[in-house]
């Protein structure tokens, strides 16, 4: 089985001196059993050959190649750190703990729990 998505902003092909946005060729990324299997690469109708990659990211939930459908929350954990020390190096000690935690559970929560609902997560 394969997924073709759009593929990031800095893929092959687009000219990285344009300012103008350029939709660039989607990727193909396996999920299954035979996930570690070489296939030949598919063109398009263009003649754009589409590449097969390990993991992808798709509507902000990134996507990674397996026997079984898998995301990688890597990311989402990274962003909610991050923002969680922006907040707390802010506000520190100076703001209630009420204030703080409602500052996290609206602006850092939702980072993380984004396609959770899709993705599976495992234990």
């Keep these: 089985m394969f997924l073709l998505v759009p593929a990031h902003p800095g893929c ?19 999920v299954g059993p035979r996930y570690l299997a070489r296939c030949v690469n598919i063109k398009t109708i263009n003649g754009n050959v589409l590449d097969w990659v390990k993991k992808l990211r798709y509507f902000g939930v990134y996507l990674v190649s397996s026997s079984k459908f898998k995301c990688n929350y890597a990311y989402a954990k990274k ?19 009420e204030v703080v935690l409602n500052l996290i559970k609206v602006k850092c929560l939702p980072v993380l729990l984004y396609g959770v609902d899709v993705c599976p997560v495992n234990v």
């Design 12 to 30: 092959p092909g687009q000219n990285p001196k344009s300012h103008k946005t350029v939709v660039c060729v989607c990727v193909c990324m396996h």
């Design 79 to 97: 962003a909610f750190y991050h923002l969680f020390n922006a907040i707390f190096g802010r506000v520190g000690r100076q703001a209630n703990e």
